[in-house]
């Protein structure tokens, strides 16, 4: 039961990059240890826009996903696997009733982006992160890098994907 | 009653740049006669990412505000008025439950970005838009301008929140 809870909760954090029931994962190597990313990457918050979303349940999460240059043009071009170098940030906001809208509009209407959450990163090194789709996870509270069993959920959800090569979002035109 | 659901349709679809209810503009020039934006910003797909909104009701809207470089300056360093140059844009799409996230969850808990439906800016420029508080206003669904009727409701709903220069949506860190 505290395996099923903490699963629920792992599937609500990651919003919008969006985790996966764990299947079929067998195209990779299984034994190998995998390697998170500790580093936030610099200048994300100057990505360019992929979508949004938004997760009801425990978290009640916004989120905002946003990729590196190289993503997005992978993205726009529809091409699969992304190359080497792109990168997917997923920056996750409290969902939160506006009251100063809803005030002005006489009804409960307006949710906006609350406190932040957490940021999520999906970094795409075929050789460094090989054991793990091609794909390095993280996932940082207050700047800080989540823990080796938090971690270890990434790869099994986004792994039943593999057509998508393992991410979520799609593109918002 | 006409005019009142009108006017609810309006509020409904300005989302994230969000509307008002018209009450003080005594500070700008109510004779003259209001300037649109016609034209779609070029580039504005790749700019920066200011905050998320979704606003439910009759449009059950997904916005992504996006600023320019001018935009994003003066949101990071506090400063208002924004100063002349400075867009801001309101990507809006349908709110959809994501079929294909909730099947693997196992429940309905994922919301994304579904089909664009409007695209909305406003565009700091003193001078030329001098009779609506210095903002001109645009609102295009497939690429056409909203009609003059539609584009009027914008200032006066906007012009209730002066002390932010008119401009609703707060940054997301």
Known sequence: MRRIAFFLISIATVGGIVAFTATASRHFDQEATPIF?????????????ISVAHEEGNLNSFASILGNDIAIKAY?????PFPDGAIIAALHYRFVSSEENNKVF???????????TNIQFMVKD???????????????????????????????C??????RDLVFTRYAP
Chains 1, 2 share one sequence.
């Open 37 to 49: 990313v500790t580093d936030i990457p610099p200048g994300y918050r100057d990505w360019k826009f």
């Open 76 to 80: 726009r071009e529809g091409k699969l």
């Open 106 to 116: 006489g009804r409960s209407q307006s949710f906006v982006a609350g406190s932040p």
């Open 126 to 156: 075929s050789k460094k992160y090989a054991s793990t789709g091609g794909w390095g996870f993280a996932h940082f509270n207050d700047g800080k890098p989540a823990d080796e069993a938090f971690m270890k959920t990434c790869f099994p």
């Open 158 to 163: 986004h792994a039943a994907i593999k057509d």
